[in-house]
Nanobody, 114 residues
Framework: QVQLVESGGGLVQTGGSLRLSCEVF????????IGWYRQAPGKQRVVVAT???????NYADSVKGRFTISRDNAKNTVYLQMNSLKPEDTAVYYC????????WGQGTQVTVSS
């Protein structure tokens, strides 16, 4: 089973930045599309951004222009650069491939204070 380990979350003020990392314990080249998801308290987990092996990206409307997803295949790592953070970005962030999902990692908490 594939292991996903997210890191880089924290507490920031509105307008701040964070860079999340997801280490994938498998040859990431075998994963065509991988993405970041988030789950806010009391809400469903939703996709935030995805990136293909060919580096095509897609973003949720709520993060377009503020978040950037990237992948380093040599390091088996996916990143999410988050700028201009808003309180509504507060959530636990996870990485995974599109359905059917791997087992979810523990996620990394992002809290944006107003």
């Amino acid at each position: 089973q594939v292991q996903l380990v997210e890191s880089g979350g924290g507490l920031v003020q509105t307008g701040g930045s964070l860079r999340l990392s997801c280490e994938v314990f498998i040859n990431i080249n075998s994963i065509f599309t991988i993405g970041w998801y988030r789950q806010a308290p009391g809400k469903q987990r939703v996709v935030v951004a995805t990136i293909t092996r060919g580096l095509s990206t897609n973003y949720a409307d709520s993060v377009k222009g503020r978040f950037t997803i990237s992948r380093d295949n040599a390091k088996n790592t996916v990143y999410l650069q988050m700028n201009s953070l808003k309180p509504e970005d507060t959530a636990v962030y996870y990485c995974n491939k599109p359905f059917p999902f791997y087992d979810w990692g523990q996620g990394t908490q992002v809290t944006v204070s107003s």
